[in-house]
């Protein structure tokens, strides 16, 4: 009774009737509402499990894609560094070719500023000299002997200073006058000379050159000219036991080759070193055709000898194609490109000395 009345009244709910059962369920009633709780841990627990598997796949396969992202651009890096260097290799041979043609370039220069002072000096010795019809043919024999002059010791055009030559000592002829004699003698002795020297056909023998280098691909290297013969056809064994006797003989055979070397054999080449030998031999050609036409000698026997040389030691010699290309390249060695210094001086002193001999008269 004492109980009862210190709990607040329910108005919708009836008073439970007391039963000695309820002291042994009342403990167990809070089990119902922790069930669900025990629930929701477990799912947080496996979704925080699958959040982390998760995160770490992303992380894996990040770092998969950055190793393969850092392992293209090492090799991209590494192009641009190789094409670097191939860049400051050709800025290097550009520069040194730069500074050669701005050499040559300073030097024909110097020959335009004098020939552009000569020429100066033609007009004003023309004004001087209007009314002197001997005086104006020396002047102007001087100046196409000084332009022939120059020609020959430039690019050795030996045709150009004979006809220099030839038309001075035609106007000297036309002029008729004893005291041009002289000058005409010392005409024909440059004249005799230049007609002597050997003259070489640079067109022809840069055509001879350019057959070399169309042939170079053709050639057989030294590898591919020792073939072994292939083997005369004979008649098969009736008899089982005797053709596996004669093939058991035919691979034993062909374990051990003997031949017989009676002259040093050209060094065999793998395919990689065969092209750049092919190329380095097309090189050495080339640069003996541009020795050619500078008229240098020197630099172009050597390229030519050193061609040769590759011909004999890396290439088949008794290929046709081989001995064509040496017979070219000896005949062309034996062609002198440019003679010893050549000179017209003797004309040019003779008339720059009958032109001081008539201004000290005239003086």
Same mark, same amino acid.
């Given at each position: 009774?004492?109980?009862?009345?210190?709990?607040?009244?329910?108005?919708?709910?009836?008073?439970?009737?007391?039963?000695?059962?309820?002291?042994?369920?009342?403990?167990?009633?809070?089990?119902?509402?922790?069930?669900?709780?025990?629930?929701?841990?477990?799912?947080?627990?496996?979704?925080?499990?699958?959040?982390?598997?998760?995160?770490?796949?992303?992380?894996?396969?990040?770092?998969?894609?950055?190793?393969?992202?850092?392992?293209?651009?090492?090799?991209?890096?590494?192009?641009?560094?190789?094409?670097?260097?191939?860049? /400051? *290799?050709? !800025? +290097?041979?550009?520069?040194?070719?730069?500074?050669?043609?701005? =050499?040559? %370039? #300073? @030097?024909?220069?110097?020959?335009?500023?004098?020939?552009?002072?000569?020429?100066?000096?033609?007009?004003?010795?023309?004004?001087?000299?209007?009314?002197?019809?001997?005086?104006?043919?020396?002047?102007?024999?001087?100046?196409?002997?000084?332009?022939?002059?120059?020609?020959?010791?430039?690019?050795?055009?030996?045709?150009?200073?004979?006809?220099?030559?030839?038309?001075?000592?035609?106007?000297?002829?036309?002029?008729?006058?004893?005291?041009?004699?002289?000058?005409? /003698? *010392?005409? !024909? +002795?440059?004249?005799?000379?230049?007609?002597?020297?050997?003259? =070489?056909? %640079? #067109? @022809?023998?840069?055509?001879?050159?350019?057959?070399?280098?169309?042939?170079?691909?053709?050639?057989?290297?030294?590898?591919?000219?020792?073939?072994?013969?292939?083997?005369?056809?004979?008649?098969?064994?009736?008899?089982?036991?005797?053709?596996?006797?004669?093939?058991?003989?035919?691979?034993?055979?062909?374990?051990?080759?003997?031949?017989?070397?009676?002259?040093?054999?050209?060094?065999?080449?793998?395919?990689?070193?065969?092209?750049?030998?092919?190329?380095?031999? /097309?090189?050495?050609?080339?640069?003996?055709?541009?020795?050619?036409?500078?008229?240098?000698?020197?630099?172009? @026997?050597?390229?030519?000898?050193?061609?040769?040389?590759?011909?004999?030691?890396?290439?088949?010699?008794?290929?046709?194609?081989?001995?064509?290309?040496?017979?070219?390249?000896?005949?062309?060695?034996?062609?002198?490109?440019?003679?010893?210094?050549?000179?017209?001086?003797?004309?040019?002193?003779?008339?720059?000395?009958?032109?001081?001999?008539?201004?000290?008269?005239?003086?």
């Amino acid at each position: 009774m004492d109980t009862s009345e210190h709990k607040p009244p329910e108005a919708h709910k009836p008073p439970e009737p007391q039963t000695p059962a309820e002291p042994a369920v009342a403990p167990e009633a809070p089990a119902a509402p922790r069930a669900p709780g025990a629930l929701w841990r477990v799912v947080q627990v496996l979704l925080i499990a699958a959040a982390l598997g998760a995160s770490g796949w992303v992380w894996y396969d990040a770092r998969l894609r950055s190793g393969a992202a850092d392992e293209a651009l090492a090799q991209r890096l590494r192009g641009i560094e190789d094409a670097a260097r191939e860049a /400051r *290799a050709a !800025a +290097r041979t550009s520069a040194d070719t730069v500074r050669d043609l701005q =050499a040559k %370039l #300073a @030097a024909l220069e110097g020959r335009l500023a004098e020939t552009q002072s000569q020429q100066a000096a033609l007009e004003s010795l023309y004004q001087s000299l209007s009314r002197n019809s001997d005086e104006w043919q020396i002047a102007e024999i001087e100046q196409v002997l000084a332009i022939a002059e120059q020609q020959l010791q430039l690019s050795g055009n030996v045709r150009a200073a004979l006809l220099a030559l030839q038309l001075a000592d035609a106007r000297l002829a036309r002029a008729d006058r004893p005291q041009f004699q002289v000058v005409r /003698r *010392a005409l !024909a +002795r440059d004249i005799e000379r230049l007609k002597s020297l050997p003259t =070489a056909d %640079l #067109a @022809a023998m840069s055509r001879q050159l350019d057959a070399v280098i169309d042939s170079i691909d053709a050639l057989p290297l030294g590898a591919e000219g020792r073939r072994e013969p292939a083997p005369a056809p004979q008649a098969e064994p009736a008899g089982a036991l005797e053709r596996f006797g004669t093939g058991l003989w035919r691979d034993l055979r062909g374990l051990v080759v003997v031949r017989r070397v009676d002259a040093p054999e050209p060094p065999l080449l793998p395919a990689s070193q065969a092209y750049f030998l092919r190329e380095n031999l /097309r090189l050495r050609l080339l640069n003996a055709r541009l020795a050619l036409l500078a008229r240098n000698h020197a630099g172009f @026997a050597e390229d030519l000898r050193v061609a040769s040389d590759w011909l004999q030691r890396y290439y088949e010699r008794e290929a046709p194609g081989t001995r064509e290309a040496l017979d070219r390249l000896k005949a062309l060695q034996e062609t002198p490109v440019r003679a010893e210094p050549l000179s017209i001086s003797d004309s040019l002193d003779a008339v720059r000395a009958f032109k001081a001999r008539r201004e000290r008269n005239s003086g």
